[in-house]
């Protein structure tokens, strides 16, 4: 499918796309934390304060910056908006830039992978990865709902159903196009949006990918 950028305007005819894929993930955590406490009544560690996730690696796609982007314009003060603009702006490699004071700036539209990251148990240390040392501390989110939540997103990319319905294959699309947040180019992050709106999201494309990386691999 190829790129058309004839549009000038935002319309932000992702974000329903978007929200879908959020709401459907949450359901996702819902469902499943709901069977922990029936089963075996344990309780998510996590809480308000509890931030060391945000500084491993977090797998992100190009629209899922956008939401954040859009959050952080329309929906956040001036003066929080500042602050995280200056975080866009430092060295990449660092905690995520979305984080203000320990808490998350952008959070209603916070990225799924941090939807889904809940640990039982203790909280984890500062620099501990839960998944190496305690994977079964992990919530696991229920398999449909979540597959649903990457057809979702993969519909931004103009995926074909019948590749969405392979979940093989739909699960390598969305690992294809979620680099690592902290290796974004946040200095490019005014342009996302701009492209997002002139369709430029496209599959195997590069307009959204920071410096360095690969593009998605081809389907085989």
């Known amino acids: 499918m190829p790129c058309n950028d004839s549009s000038d305007q935002p319309t932000y005819h992702w974000l329903p796309a978007l929200l879908k894929a959020h709401a459907l993930v949450d359901k996702a955590v819902k469902s499943s934390l709901e069977n922990e406490a029936a089963s075996t009544r344990r309780r998510p560690a996590c809480k308000k304060g509890c931030d060391d996730c945000c500084s491993h690696v977090i797998p992100v796609s190009a629209p899922e910056i956008a939401g954040a ?22 060295a990449r490699g660092r905690a995520c830039p979305f ?18 990251f809940i640990i039982f148990g203790a909280p984890c240390p500062g620099g501990e990865d839960v998944s190496l040392t305690r994977g079964g501390d ?24 019948q590749l969405s319905a392979d979940e093989k294959f739909l699960r390598r699309f969305i690992m294809d196009v979620s680099p690592p947040m902290q290796d974004w180019d946040f200095a490019r992050s005014e342009t996302i949006l701009l492209q997002l709106e002139k369709k430029m999201l ?19």
């Not at 982007?69 to 430092?90: C, D, E, F, K, Y």
């Not at 496209?202 to 085989?220: E, I, K, Q, V």
Request: glycine share 4%; net charge positive; with cysteine.
């Open 138 to 161: 992990l919530l696991t989110p229920d398999r449909n709902l979540k597959l649903k939540a990457f057809e979702q997103l993969a519909t931004l990319y103009g995926l074909r159903p």
């Open 202 to 220: 496209c599959y195997r494309g590069r307009d959204f990918f920071a410096p360095g990386l690969a593009a998605p691999r081809a389907a085989s």
């Open 69 to 90: 982007l859009w959050q952080l314009t329309r929906r956040t003060s001036a003066g929080l908006r500042a602050r995280v603009q200056r975080n866009l702006h430092a």
């Open 99 to 116: 984080l203000v004071d320990a808490t998350c700036s952008i959070y209603p539209l916070r990225f799924m992978a941090c939807r889904q």
